[in-house]
């Protein structure tokens, strides 16, 4: 099983963004270790009670259309 890449991780990430922005939020990509991707949601994203369904459904279901040997998104 092949190891997720930082830079394309962080390259998919940048299509996802602009739709968090549209709601005053934002992901940073805070570290790839493995298949594991941390990420830090900020902005409006940072307080919303629907932030965890933005992370697994929205960034995580994304990301795994193009990566997908992805185990997971956890929030930092």
């Known amino acids: 099983m092949s190891e997720l890449n930082r830079e394309a991780v962080e390259k998919a990430l940048e299509q996802i963004r602009i739709a968090i922005q549209m ?3 934002d992901v940073e990509l805070v570290d790839v270790e493995g298949n594991v991707v941390r990420v830090r949601l900020t902005g409006a994203c940072g307080a919303c009670p629907f ?3 933005t992370l697994q ?3 995580e279901q994304a990301l795994r259309e193009q990566f997908p040997e992805l ?3 956890e929030a930092v």
């Open 71 to 73: 185990d997971h998104v």
């Open 51 to 53: 932030s965890q369904f």
């Open 57 to 59: 459904m929205g960034i």
């Open 23 to 25: 709601d005053g939020g």
